[in-house]
């Protein structure tokens, strides 16, 4: 009986988490437009709803009845896949986040994370890679020059930075003395890690920007110069999977900044209830995410690979060896 | 080249990505800043300066009459041939016009009409609002040209507008000097 209950949380749980990320990516196509129209001094969307409120469900009725076109000369069973790829990695790497220690239900204690791994990091990083996968067999399958090019180009810049990436959390690894991301936030009750590791998380923010494959790093769809990249041939739903994974990569990476060097619901000052500290704070580096986006031209190819081998990569090695002197 | 010239003070800066930082302090700015949108045609709509040449209107005298002497002078001169102006004699024995036709699908607006006419009769007033689903729609007649409104005292400001379109709203503004489209520009 105990069994089913805990399955049924587990269950429960899952199913929550995959509406939350699912339904998340409308109102942030809202924020996202919002801020472009008030930075370049527009209204953004007002005409759908109260001040443009309802447009997403606009936007996603219109891409739910759009043909699913595929190109005649593209692999059917590539470009089928590519989408599902792209979408579901983010998804799983959420089974590990933690987003606070528990709250209590009718007198049951319920842990506000699906598991507690051990080595949660690692999952992270693995599964976080396998999202590329998605881009380059879309971009692949497409057969189209502009989606070849973009998710050539993603496939290098992810080789580039998923290395100082993995190298940027290693500094915050040696502090909690653990991979668990439970025991990471715990060990951050006093001091959050970025006062320790500022090069650490700014390591980790950069190489977050091009994980996340946004401005300034967006080369994989660089409307400027590819089309739309290696989502060129994308219409319809596929499009939105595509869309979908990239917000919700974008969410993951705040998430991770948040709990690895903020603190995560750990609060500061003001008490407030933890989970809506750490919405707060996600929320912020949502906001900075899209701040950049409007503020920033896009790097070139050369200089994204320069910056990532020759300043983020030294500069995350640094790191480890500056937190392992320091601390040891 | 000028990079080897900087000081030290700029290659601080650029340690410190000053220049970026600037960047989104000044997008920051931006952001709160109000914004120049129009919302037209939901709430508001472009007046034009009465300079401008839009829709023609046919004026009438003071005792209600037509001003319009059917002289044909506007269909002489017109560039492209699209007014057609067919003269009667009316009851009290004045050459007034039977038909006036603008066709303003081919009309390119340049007001040589409203410089033709000796008696004043017709002009280009403000009025931009004229699309239609059907060619033969933009054929104008006599009485729907009296019928536009004329000119507005002034002009160069945005009024309150709404959805529909179709009807003819003037509404003075009090934009005297014309609008002013950097007032809500942030300069820095």
Same mark, same amino acid.
């Given at each position: $009986?105990?069994?089913? #209950?805990?399955?049924?949380?587990?269950?429960?749980?899952? !199913?929550?988490?995959?509406?939350?990320?699912?339904?998340?990516?409308?109102?942030?196509?809202?924020?996202?437009?919002?801020?472009?129209?008030?930075?370049?001094? &527009?209204?953004? =969307? $007002?005409?759908?709803?109260?001040?443009?409120?309802?447009?997403?469900? !606009?936007?996603?009725?219109?891409?739910?009845?759009?043909?699913?076109?595929?190109?005649? /000369?593209?692999?059917?069973?590539?470009?089928?896949?590519?989408?599902?790829?792209?979408?579901?990695?983010?998804?799983?790497? @959420?089974?590990?986040? =933690?987003?606070?220690?528990?709250?209590?239900?009718?007198? +049951?204690?319920?842990?506000?994370?699906?598991? +507690?791994?051990?080595?949660?990091?690692?999952? #992270?990083?693995?599964?976080?890679?396998?999202?590329?996968?998605?881009?380059?067999?879309?971009?692949?399958?497409? +057969?189209?020059?502009? !989606?070849?090019?973009?998710?050539? &180009?993603?496939?290098?810049?992810?080789?580039?930075?998923?290395?100082?990436?993995?190298?940027?959390?290693?500094?915050? #690894?040696?502090?909690?003395?653990?991979?668990?991301?439970?025991?990471?936030?715990?060990?951050? !009750?006093?001091?959050?890690?970025?006062?320790?590791?500022?090069?650490?998380?700014?390591?980790?923010?950069?190489?977050?920007?091009?994980?996340?494959?946004?401005?300034?790093?967006?080369?994989?769809?660089? /409307?400027?110069?590819?089309?739309?990249?290696?989502?060129?041939?994308?219409?319809?739903?596929? @499009?939105?999977?595509?869309?979908?994974?990239?917000?919700?990569? $974008?969410?993951?990476?705040?998430?991770?900044?948040?709990?690895? @060097?903020?603190?995560?619901? +750990?609060?500061?000052?003001?008490?407030? =209830?933890?989970?809506?500290?750490?919405?707060?704070? #996600?929320?912020?580096?949502?906001?900075?995410?899209?701040?950049? &986006?409007?503020?920033?031209?896009?790097? &070139?190819?050369?200089?994204? $690979?320069?910056?990532?081998?020759?300043?983020?990569?030294?500069?995350?090695?640094?790191?480890?060896?500056?937190?392992?002197?320091?601390?040891? | 080249? *000028?990079?080897?010239?900087?000081?030290?003070?700029?290659?601080?800066?650029?340690?410190?990505?000053?220049?970026?930082?600037?960047?989104?302090?000044?997008?920051?700015?931006?952001?709160?800043?109000?914004?120049?949108?129009?919302?037209?045609?939901?709430?508001?709509?472009?007046?034009?300066?009465?300079?401008?040449?839009?829709?023609?209107?046919?004026?009438?005298?003071?005792?209600?009459?037509?001003?319009?002497?059917?002289?044909?002078?506007?269909?002489?001169?017109?560039?492209?041939?699209?007014?057609?102006?067919?003269?009667?004699?009316?009851?009290?024995?004045?050459?007034?016009?039977?038909?006036?036709?603008?066709?303003?699908?081919?009309?390119?607006?340049?007001?040589?009409?409203?410089?033709?006419?000796?008696?004043?009769?017709?002009?280009?007033?403000?009025?931009?609002?004229?699309?239609?689903? *059907? *060619?033969?729609?933009?054929?104008?007649?006599?009485?729907?040209?009296?019928?536009?409104?004329?000119?507005?005292?002034?002009?160069?400001?945005?009024?309150?507008?709404?959805?529909?379109?179709?009807?003819?709203?003037?509404?003075?503004? *009090?934009?005297?000097?014309?609008?002013?489209?950097?007032?809500?520009?942030?300069?820095?």
């Amino acid at each position: $009986m105990e069994l089913v #209950v805990a399955l049924g949380l587990i269950v429960f749980k899952v !199913a929550l988490l995959i509406a939350f990320l699912l339904l998340l990516p409308l109102p942030l196509t809202w924020v996202e437009r919002k801020i472009a129209g008030h930075i370049q001094q &527009r209204l953004g =969307p $007002m005409r759908v709803g109260w001040h443009g409120l309802l447009q997403p469900v !606009a936007d996603g009725i219109k891409l739910l009845t759009k043909e699913d076109h595929i190109p005649a /000369e593209a692999d059917h069973f590539l470009f089928k896949l590519a989408p599902i790829l792209a979408l579901a990695p983010p998804f799983v790497v @959420f089974v590990a986040i =933690p987003f606070g220690e528990s709250v209590s239900v009718l007198g +049951n204690e319920i842990t506000l994370y699906v598991s +507690n791994m051990n080595v949660a990091l690692l999952f #992270v990083f693995a599964v976080i890679g396998l999202e590329v996968y998605g881009v380059i067999f879309g971009g692949w399958a497409a +057969n189209s020059k502009y !989606a070849v090019l973009g998710s050539l &180009r993603t496939c290098a810049q992810m080789i580039s930075y998923e290395i100082p990436m993995g190298f940027a959390v290693i500094g915050v #690894v040696m502090l909690a003395q653990s991979m668990s991301l439970l025991d990471i936030v715990r060990a951050q !009750a006093d001091v959050w890690n970025i006062v320790y590791q500022p090069i650490g998380f700014f390591v980790f923010f950069v190489a977050g920007l091009a994980e996340a494959q946004r401005i300034p790093f967006d080369l994989a769809e660089a /409307e400027g110069d590819l089309g739309a990249g290696f989502h060129t041939e994308y219409s319809g739903i596929r @499009f939105a999977f595509f869309m979908v994974s990239e917000y919700v990569i $974008m969410l993951l990476v705040s998430v991770l900044a948040v709990i690895l @060097f903020f603190g995560g619901w +750990n609060g500061v000052l003001v008490p407030l =209830p933890p989970l809506l500290w750490f919405a707060l704070k #996600v929320a912020f580096f949502v906001y900075l995410f899209m701040w950049f &986006r409007f503020t920033f031209p896009r790097y &070139r190819y050369d200089q994204l $690979m320069a910056i990532g081998w020759k300043v983020l990569l030294p500069l995350s090695m640094a790191n480890i060896i500056i937190t392992g002197i320091a601390f040891s | 080249m *000028s990079r080897t010239q900087n000081s030290i003070g700029t290659w601080i800066g650029w340690t410190f990505f000053a220049d970026l930082a600037n960047g989104l302090a000044l997008t920051f700015g931006y952001m709160f800043s109000r914004s120049v949108t129009m919302q037209y045609p939901d709430k508001e709509k472009w007046l034009p300066y009465s300079r401008y040449r839009g829709h023609h209107f046919l004026k009438r005298d003071e005792e209600g009459e037509i001003k319009c002497v059917a002289c044909e002078l506007c269909a002489r001169i017109c560039p492209c041939y699209c007014i057609e102006v067919v003269p009667y004699e009316d009851e009290k024995g004045n050459r007034r016009p039977l038909k006036f036709e603008i066709d303003t699908a081919r009309c390119l607006f340049c007001g040589l009409c409203e410089d033709a006419c000796p008696a004043d009769a017709i002009a280009l007033g403000q009025q931009y609002e004229f699309s239609s689903f *059907s *060619s033969r729609d933009l054929v104008i007649g006599r009485d729907d040209l009296l019928a536009k409104p004329g000119k507005a005292a002034m002009g160069g400001g945005v009024v309150a507008a709404r959805l529909d379109t179709k009807k003819d709203v003037l509404v003075e503004t *009090s934009e005297t000097r014309g609008y002013n489209w950097w007032r809500n520009i942030r300069r820095t």
